[in-house]
Every structure is written in structure tokens, then in C-alpha cells.
């Protein structure tokens, strides 16, 4: 099933998903500016605004450098896989009633499998880098994303068991009477934290733990390679936001304001809130993020399926 | 946990917080008088120069930005023919101001030096030399010491007295 206008849905699901991306340089410089006490970029154009078009002239006419000793092929490849994977899964996000580029049936398969295959964009970028900072990096991200995508999936399931599909546009109007963040808190505040990680943002960013790793996997990219994991991030982020808005929240449900208005104003919420968390959390060490993803996340996660699935059968 | 989430509210009430950033081209931060920025020579208060060219700052000067020339003019004070400062590397630290004997080298709050052209930070005599007396007002060198220039003889310099005859110094 598709959108009455599929190609016009993809051209503006991609503008604005990457013009949003952009635009969240500026918005998370100046957040955290406003969180640290200070200002943050307010020079170039109204409130900075202008500081987005600075930065994209500035990435796009640096050197493109590939390093000697890098894989090249691999190399070039991989900052692509991130864009299309995110990008992808996009896809199947229902912005409002009929707004929405391809109407899955399996929406939530989809985004899982490929939030699966955006882990090979990092691995394979740190492993063409040819730098062992990098590897070190890839490999944090590959142990990183294969646990926590797993309580991640799981901690979904509680939503699909309550509205009986796997289908985005389904879920969203199972939540008509009652948004699934009240009945499915602990599933909400699971996937919170996987999005997060899946994400690779603060605290758990340690792939690219600029402290210990240089910049992780991406040390050796410059130019608009760089800047394709860069967007790839902040779409990553937005793409969980938008997923949490969704699921959790009621996707475009909302009195008054028209449906788009309430997607944008929770999606834009859930960045901010992203970006709080970059302001006031710490880096966990790794084997505190692999025992909190194992020992406290997992268990956590089938103990919410299994309650979830024992009331949904009893209430039948 | 609950120290994870009290954290995160925080940092969210720094929203409310006021910012402590000056933001510098249109707001100035003050300065105190005796901060140590672009470096002067100062005159005394008659408008001589108070510079007697001793060289003690360009020895005391950590990274050798300052080079100056000796010269005496006709009525014998000491005076710098040429007087440079590299302020590209001066590091500001006033040693050359604690060296001076004269007052006449001193550190001044104004900081906007900066220049697109490296050969731009060098200034000459003529860029350093102020008209007035500095931190210093009323302090004449040639008026208090007992040095004999041309115009002040021995033993006429302030609160000196005059100079003992030797040949009536009789046992």
C-alpha cells in the first residue's frame, strides 16, 4: 500500500528530513550554549539562523581527503550506507493521515532491519579507515548496536501486542483513546534509552568517544564524507524521535492544531530532549554500557513483553 | 537512577539561568587599570620623553620582542633613536614595565591590537610613544635623579642639595 502521491511524499519527506537535520546544528549548538550559560552561534543571520548555510559552504568546500592506507572502496561506501539506511526508514513514518511514502505493513520490521544495516556503515568505516583508533570504534559500535537493537526490538513488542499490528499507520490509531506511553511506560522509557544508543548520542557515544578514540570511526573522514555521518547522526536522531512520537505518544493525535503541527512539535521535543541529555550526562565506560544493556535493559524488556502479553490475553 | 534524572533537571533549569557570556564587539567587559595589554611609552610632565634608552627591558624581555637604539642629544640625555616592540611575540608580561628605572615603558588596558598582516604588529617609536605621563603623573626622571644633563646641573635636581666642595671638606 502506498501514498496517493508517492513521489511527491518522497521529495518532501527528503527535504524535509534533511533540512531538518541541518538545521539541527544550529539548534543543538544553541541549546547547548543555552544549557552551559552562554549564547551559542547568534552572529550570522537572525539568531544565528544563517550559521546553518555557513557550515554546509564550509563542509562542502573542504578537502575530501582518503587517507593512503585506508580500504578505498569501503571507505567511500560507507558513509553512504548510514544516509540510506536512515533515509529508508523514513519511509514508512506517518507524518499525518495520508502523509506517509509507503504504507508497510511490517513498518516497525522495516525500521529495526534497517537500523540494523546502518551498523555497517560505522563497522566498515572503521575498518577501511586502516587506523586502529577507528577500528577500536567500529568494533565498540558493532557490540554496542547488536545489544542494545535487541532490547530495543523487544521493548516495541509491548506496543505491537496492544494494537495488534506492525503497521505505523495501525499503531497510531490504536492510540486513539489512550497515547501507548501511559499503558506501555516502561517499554517507552526502554526504547528511549536504545534510541539513544541505537542513535550513538551521549551517553552512549562511545564509538566515537572523542576522550579515549580521537573521533571513533569517523577520525579519518574529512570534507562531506564526514558530513554524511554527521546528517546521518542528527537524522538518526530525528528518525528516533519521530519513531517515540509514533509509538509512544500518538503520532499526529492532538486537539486543535492540525495534524503536522502536533508529529513536528513531539518530534521536535524528543530532539531537544536528545540534546539535553548530550548537555548533562556523562560517557558511560563500555562495560558499564554492556552490563546496563544485558543485566538491566534486557530482563527488564521480557519482563514488560511478557506482563504486556499476559494482560492482553486476559483482557480478551 | 534517581541521580541520573535529578542531573538531567539541572541542567534543564540552566534554561532560566542568565548568561554569562559578554558578547564582545558590542559589549565591553572592564578592563582594570592595571591589566596588561598593548605596551606605551610615556612621557614626563614637561613632554620629554621619559625613555633613557638603560636597555633593561629589551634584557628582561623573555622572548626578545623589544630592540631599541642609544642616543644622547645635545644637552647629554639619554634617549632611544629607534624604539620597537614585535608585538607578535610579546607575550605580555610586564616584565619590561617592572624593569624600568623611568616609569617610561608601561602596560596599558587596551587589547585590540589584533592585524591581518603579521608585519602590522610591529610597532615603532612613533606608534608607542603616548603624550601624557601614563600611570605615572607628575614623575620626572631628569627632575629627581642626580644624574648632570645640559639645563640641571649637580645638586639641582628636586630635594637634592647641592653638591659638597670638596677642597673646603678640611679635617
Known amino acids: 500500500m502506498t501514498s496517493p502521491h508517492p513521489i511527491a ?36 543571520g537572525p539568531f544565528g539562523l544563517l550559521q546553518v548555510v555557513a557550515d554546509m559552504i564550509k563542509i562542502f568546500t573542504k578537502e575530501d581527503w582518503i587517507p593512503p592506507f585506508a580500504d578505498k572502496p569501503v571507505f567511500v561506501i560507507a558513509p553512504a550506507i548510514i544516509m540510506v539506511t536512515v533515509l529508508m526508514s523514513f519511509a514508512i513514518i506517518p507524518v499525518a493521515p495520508g502523509i506517509v511514502v509507503s504504507d508497510l505493513n511490517i513498518g516497525l520490521l522495516f525500521v529495526l532491519g534497517m537500523s540494523s544495516l546502518g551498523v555497517y556503515s560505522i ?92 573521533a571513533g570511526f569517523h577520525s579519518e573522514y574529512s570534507g562531506m564524507k564526514f558530513g554524511m555521518f554527521f546528517v546521518g547522526e542528527y537524522l538518526g536522531i530525528t528518525l528516533i524521535s519521530s519513531m517515540i512520537a509514533v509509538l509512544f505518544l500518538g503520532g499526529w493525535m492532538g486537539p486543535w492544531l492540525p495534524p503536522v503541527v502536533w508529529f513536528l512539535v513531539k518530534v521536535f521535543a524528543f530532539l531537544c530532549f536528545f540534546i539535553l541529555l548530550r548537555a548533562s550526562l556523562p560517557r558511560l565506560r563500555f562495560d558499564q554500557l554492556m552490563s546496563l544493556g544485558w543485566k538491566v ?15 492482553v490475553v486476559a483482557m480478551k | 537512577m534517581l541521580s541520573v534524572i535529578r542531573t538531567i533537571w539541572n541542567v534543564f533549569l540552566h534554561t532560566f539561568h542568565r548568561r554569562v557570556t559578554i558578547q564582545y564587539p558590542d559589549k565591553k567587559s572592564y578592563m582594570p587599570p592595571r591589566s596588561r595589554h598593548r605596551i606605551i611609552l610615556s612621557r614626563d610632565p614637561d613632554g ?15 622572548v626578545d620582542c623589544i630592540a631599541l637604539q642609544a642616543k644622547e642629544d645635545e644637552n647629554g640625555r639619554r634617549y632611544p633613536e629607534f624604539f620597537r616592540i614585535n608585538f607578535s611575540r610579546c607575550i605580555f608580561c610586564g616584565f619590561c614595565e617592572d624593569a624600568c628605572p623611568t616609569y617610561a615603558i608601561q602596560l596599558t588596558p587596551d587589547f585590540e591590537m589584533a592585524e591581518y598582516n603579521r608585519q602590522n604588529l610591529v610597532y615603532e617609536k612613533e606608534d608607542l610613544l603616548i603624550d601624557g605621563p601614563g600611570k605615572y603623573p607628575g614623575y620626572n626622571f631628569w627632575r629627581v635623579s642626580g644624574v648632570q644633563i645640559g639645563g ?19 679635617p
Not at chain 1, 539548534?27 to 552561534?41: I, K
Not at chain 1, 535493559?297 to 494482560?311: Q, Y
Request: charged share 15%; glycine share 8%; hydrophobic share 55%.
Open chain 1, 9 to 44: 511524499s518522497i521529495i518532501g519527506v527528503l527535504i524535509v528530513a534533511l533540512s531538518l537535520s541541518a538545521f539541527l546544528i544550529w539548534v543543538e549548538r544553541r541549546l547547548l550554549a543555552l544549557w552551559q550559560d552562554r549564547y551559542g552561534p547568534n552572529r550570522v
Open chain 2, 152 to 170: 640641571k646641573d649637580k645638586g639641582e635636581a628636586e630635594n637634592e642639595a647641592p653638591p659638597t666642595d670638596v677642597h673646603r671638606l678640611m
Open chain 1, 297 to 311: 535493559m534486557f530482563p527488564l524488556a521480557l519482563a514488560n513483553l511478557l506482563v504486556t502479553g499476559a494482560v
Open chain 2, 48 to 62: 620629554g620623553e621619559r625613555c633613557v634608552a638603560c636597555h633593561l627591558c629589551s634584557a628582561v624581555c623573555p
Open chain 1, 123 to 214: 563497522v566498515l568505516a572503521g575498518w577501511a579507515s586502516g587506523n586502529k583508533y577507528s577500528l577500536l570504534g567500529g568494533l565498540r559500535a558493532a557490540a554496542q548496536m547488536i545489544s542494545y537493537e535487541v532490547f530495543m526490538g523487544l521493548s516495541l513488542m509491548g506496543v505491537v501486542l496492544l494494537a495488534g499490528t506492525f503497521n505505523l499507520t495501525g499503531i497510531v490509531k490504536a492510540q486513539q483513546n489512550l497515547w501507548f506511553v501511559i499503558p506501555q511506560f516502561l517499554g517507552f522509557v526502554l526504547f528511549l534509552i536504545a534510541g539513544v544508543a541505537e542513535a550513538r548520542r551521549l551517553p552512549f557515544d562511545l564509538p566515537e568517544a572523542e576522550a579515549e578514540l580521537v
